[in-house]
Structures are given as C-alpha cells and as structure tokens.
C-alpha cells in the first residue's frame, strides 16, 4: 500500500490556530470585538506609517499579523503537561522557556509552547503559555488530596486524540485527512465546560485556597481562558477599548512605549463572570478574559539584563503594584527609567542589546566578493542592513500582572517556594528550550547567509 503523504506540522498548526480562534470567537463575543478593533488599528497604523508598512513586509511580519495569536491554559497534573507536551509536538510546537510565577503569588510555573525556526514561525508564530498547577502550594493537607483526586478522575484528552498522537509519533507525522481529525479532536481540550465536576462548596473551598486551584480543579478540562491577537499600536488600542465596551486593566505591562518597540506589551480586560452547573447547585466562575499585544525587538542577555534592572528600578520608585490610582506615576517612572535604554537599532546593535536578521543590500550584492570582509564593515559599509528579530516569547513579571488582573486582588497570596525547573521539567518529560539561544541561532543563520553570498 502506498504510503499516504504526511503533512507539514507547521500546516497543522496553522489550521489549529484558526480552528482555536474560530471556536473562541463564537464563545466569546467579546473576542470578536477585539479581533475587529486590532484589525482596524493595525490598517489604520500601517496607512499612516510607511516606513513600518516596509520594515514589515521586508521581515514578513506582515503576512502572519493577521494571524498571530497566543493563548494559554491552566494544568493540574505531570500526566496533563507531558501528554500536552506530545499533542502540541504534533504542531510542530515546543517547550520554550521555564516561567515562575510564585513571587507574584500565582502557585504554577509555566513554559510556551511554540515553533522555534524563523521559517515555521512565518507559517504560523502560534503560542499557548502552558502552566502546571503545584499542588504542594495548597497547605491544607485534606483540600490537597481532594485536587488531586479530582485531577486524577478527568481524562482531559478524547481517546481519538491520544490514538492521533501515538499514530503520529509512530509514523513521523499525520496525512491531511488525520490532521483534520487531530484538529477537531484536539479542540475538544481546550473547550469551555458549563458544569463542573465538584460542588459549590467544594468549589469555594478550592477558590478560598486560591481562585486559579478552583479554576483547574473544578472542571472536566483546561479550558483556553484567552486568545491574544498581536497589535502595531497597544496604546491606541487601550484607549479605544472603552468606546467598545471593554475595560481595560489599568496599565501596559511591559517596557513603555518607544519609537523601536522591544520584547512585549501587553494589555488585558477583565474576566467574564459565566453560569456554572456544579453537581448540586447553580452558580458562576470567571476565567476567560481579553488580551492584546504588541510584539518588538528581541533582547540578548546583555539587553534582557538592562530591561530587567530599569524596569524593577522603575517598579521600586513606584513603591506599589501598579493599579488605577498610580497608573499616570507608573507611565512616567517607566518613561523616565527606560531613557537609559537606546532607541533606535543601530545603538542596540553596536550595544549588543538587541537579536537582529542580517541581509546582503542591492549596494553589497553589486558589490559582490569585492566587499569587506567583517560584519561590523560590511554593516558600517551598507553592504548589509539589519531588521528587528520579533520577540515570540512571554515575560514573566508582566504575566503575573495579566494573572493578577484576572484572579482579583484577593489572589495576593505569598509563597515561600521559588523556582523549581528541574520538577517542571520532569512533569514535562523534556527540557525547555532556551529561548536566548533560539534567538541567536536565528541571527546566526543569517548572518552565515549574508557572509557565503557576498563570498561566491
Ligand atoms: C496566563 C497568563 C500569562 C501572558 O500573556 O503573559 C499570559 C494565564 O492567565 O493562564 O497569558
Ligand atoms: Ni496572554
């Protein structure tokens, strides 16, 4: 028998996307709105700015903004995150990065699952910021073993999905019309369930101990709580918010806003409050918010370093979580802080601060072997000119403030765990990718390309 042909898992991943959003959209209305105002914002910034119009159609970015989403879901088992792991290998997505969230009071540690080479994230730059509740955080020994039993009851995958992925890790892959079926059975995951599989006081007992246990515990599956499209001007889309009925959280999080925008910016609007059938009795859960995000230069070690430090000297100033009431001090201090950080590309490269795709000019390509030889020449020479590598990851202090502005203010509890990547990792059954290095090797790439055309 001849053997069917497999398909890209960057195509998979790409139909999945849209499947996702599709579902969420029809879920969530608001979404929709959202998705509309992006998409208005994001033609009106490229009509009314040229130069960013080119820049993103010489980088690509402009074939995958419409597309570009990140979500993110809650686990509570090793079995749920190792299995997650092999579903969204399927995707072509892996484990980037190792986030802790309990300094900001949050009991889970993360990872984003997400194509790693340049040419899969033209495809489809898809992520989800995948956590893993840690059971060991729920003090009371009693409640504790109740999660667990709980958790151990579901079965949070279809048995076709498992069978789908085993098939494709048996064969190296899935043929088109496997694929579609993966797609819609791997959609059943994700899903929002109206009922939930504890009582209402089991449920407010899982919420008292933190409303993120009751939101895992409680129900069949992890549920995607938000879908995240990508805007070219968050400032612009935070104030027109408001005129569409949504209200935003008090502030950006993430660096402010500069003329060469770096890593992330993010903004979210608060959770819906939606029925819920416990198994004796009617009542709600929120969960499920808005977000929006506006993506630029990746940073390096060095340029990491300095955004870290300007922006906890920033936080520290402020003395406070930022919130309503300090927001306009907040904008200012981060303003005032992130002066010491260089605005425009060339600074950020001779620093070393920032990741950047090198590419031959028409001036080097006439050029040709009669170019000089170092990059730092050629670059100085117009031989070769550099674009912004996209940041494709998350940020941990801001992800906390997107979690906090979600849980509510009674979320604020404090742990006395920190980080543990090695337990993360082996719930997980892989290591995480350094997403620093991903970086560099990007870079890398292209710079080997520059230096062999202008060599033969
Ligand atoms: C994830 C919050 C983090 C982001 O964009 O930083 C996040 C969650 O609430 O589960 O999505
Ligand atoms: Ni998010």
Same mark, same amino acid.
């Given at each position: 028998?001849?053997? @069917?042909?497999?398909?890209?898992?960057?195509?998979? /991943?790409? $139909?999945?996307?849209? +499947?996702?959003?599709? &579902? *969420?959209?029809?879920?969530? @209305?608001?979404?929709?709105?959202?998705?509309?105002?992006?998409? $208005?914002?994001?033609?009106?910034?490229?009509?009314?700015? @040229? +130069?960013? =119009? /080119?820049?993103?159609?010489r980088t690509g970015e402009i074939q995958r903004l419409d597309r570009e989403r990140h979500g993110a879901i809650r686990l509570g088992s090793a079995y749920e995150l190792?299995?997650? %792991? /092999?579903? #969204?290998?399927? &995707?072509?997505?892996?484990?980037?990065? *190792?986030?802790?969230?309990?300094?900001?009071?949050?009991?889970?540690?993360?990872?984003?699952f997400r194509a790693v080479h340049e040419s899969a994230l033209q495809t489809s730059p898809f992520r989800v910021f995948t956590s893993l509740l840690r059971l060991e955080l729920i003090e009371n020994l009693e409640l504790r073993a109740f999660a667990e039993a709980a958790l151990a009851k579901r079965s949070i995958f279809t048995p076709r999905a498992l069978a789908l992925i085993e098939q494709a890790e048996a064969d190296g892959g899935l043929n088109a019309s496997d694929a579609q079926a993966f797609i819609q059975q791997a959609l059943e995951t994700f899903r929002w369930h109206h009922t939930a599989t504890v009582s209402a006081a089991q449920y407010q007992q899982l919420s008292?101990?933190?409303?993120?246990?009751? !939101?895992v515990v409680a129900f069949k599956g992890p549920h995607i709580n938000h879908l995240t499209p990508r805007t070219l001007d968050i400032d612009r889309v935070q104030a027109d918010m408001p005129g569409k009925g949504i209200t935003p959280k008090?502030?950006?999080?993430?660096?402010?806003? %500069?003329?060469?925008?770096?890593?992330?910016?993010?903004?979210?609007?608060?959770?819906?409050?939606?029925?819920?059938?416990?198994? !004796?009795?009617k009542g709600s859960h929120s969960a499920r918010f808005g977000e929006i995000e506006q993506r630029g230069v990746a940073l390096?070690?060095?340029?990491?370093?300095?955004?870290?430090?300007?922006?906890?000297?920033? /936080?520290?100033?402020?003395?406070?979580?930022?919130?309503?009431?300090?927001?306009?001090?907040?904008? $200012?201090?981060?303003?005032?802080?992130f002066q010491a950080f260089p605005d425009n590309h060339r600074a950020m490269r001779e620093q070393g601060l920032a990741f950047f795709r090198y590419g031959v000019t028409d001036k080097g390509r006439a050029a040709g072997k009669g170019a000089p030889q170092s990059l730092d020449a050629l670059v100085e020479a117009g031989y070769v000119d550099i674009e912004p590598l996209v940041y494709e990851d998350f940020l941990p202090v801001s992800a906390a403030?997107? #979690?906090?502005?979600?849980?509510? $203010? =009674?979320?604020?509890?404090?742990?006395?765990?920190?980080?543990?990547? +090695?337990?993360?990792?082996?719930?997980?059954?892989?290591?995480?990718?350094d997403e620093l290095q991903l970086y560099a090797d990007t870079q890398q790439r292209s710079i080997d390309t520059c230096l062999q055309a202008l060599r033969t």
């Open positions: 028998m001849p053997t @069917p042909r497999l398909i890209s898992p960057d195509a998979i /991943r790409k $139909d999945f996307s849209r +499947a996702m959003s599709d &579902m *969420y959209r029809e879920e969530v @209305p608001l979404y929709g709105a959202l998705l509309e105002l992006v998409a $208005d914002t994001n033609a009106r910034v490229l009509a009314s700015d @040229p +130069a960013l =119009a /080119r820049q993103l159609q190792a299995t997650i %792991r /092999r579903l #969204f290998a399927v &995707m072509g997505m892996q484990p980037v990065g *190792y986030y802790d969230l309990t300094p900001a009071g949050v009991p889970v540690h993360a990872t984003a008292d101990q933190h409303r993120l246990i009751a !939101d008090a502030v950006i999080e993430g660096p402010p806003r %500069r003329q060469c925008p770096i890593l992330l910016r993010q903004t979210s609007f608060k959770a819906l409050d939606e029925a819920i059938a416990f198994t !004796d009795a390096t070690p060095k340029g990491r370093a300095l955004y870290d430090q300007l922006l906890n000297a920033a /936080r520290d100033e402020l003395g406070a979580f930022p919130n309503e009431a300090n927001a306009q001090r907040y904008t $200012d201090l981060m303003e005032q802080h403030g997107i #979690f906090q502005s979600n849980l509510g $203010d =009674a979320a604020q509890n404090h742990y006395t765990a920190n980080a543990n990547q +090695a337990e993360f990792e082996q719930a997980l059954g892989r290591q995480t990718l």
